[in-house]
């Protein structure tokens, strides 16, 4: 049986003030998908795919005085350095790794329930671009760990009812975002029901 649906991409433009604060990230999630809104149809599903690593600038959340990535790299990591060096000796990863994986505990759940909301609101199937995801395991106990020291450039896509349907990460890494740069792991498809929860 053939299935038709209507595709839409959105390559919004990024500045700095939208990722200094929650209430703006979200602002500026909600404007992609009502740019996406004319596009859509009203007589078979919609897919709206966002930019990928949309979530990276999250780790400017609070703000950062540096003006390059390097620049910001260090200023994150010296901010943070405590629970970076703590990272970076228990689970053997880069100052740039621990730095994402620390903050990941506010950047995800950020990430995930505004693109989990924006779905539900506008009746889409949302692929929401992609950002650094730490990987996640049930425990024994059916609770989600983190896996130590793996964050993979994660795309992720949710249901016009909300449910996360899966994330793919990605396996082919460009040279920004392997070592040296974001240092990111490579990866393979991951498909999970839940997500860590504010």
Known sequence: MTRHFRAVAVQPQWRMS???????????????LELARPQLSDTRPNLVVLTELNGLPLLLLGGVRART??????ELVLRHWPHVLRLMLTE??????????????????LYLHTAQA????????????????PRYRLDAGGKLRRVPGVLTNAGVIFGPDGRLIGTADKVH???????????LTLGGWTTCGSFPHR
């Open 18 to 32: 939208y990722f200094v604060a929650p209430a703006a990230f979200g602002r500026w999630m909600r404007g992609q």
């Open 118 to 133: 924006l779905a539900l609101a506008y009746g889409v199937y949302l692929c929401a671009g992609s950002l650094p995801l």
């Open 92 to 109: 053997r990863v880069s100052p740039i790794r621990a730095v994402q994986l620390h903050l990941s505990r506010v950047t995800v759940p």
């Open 173 to 183: 890494l460009t040279p920004p975002e392997a070592a040296g740069g974001l240092d």
């Open 69 to 74: 990535f390097a620049g910001a790299a260090r």
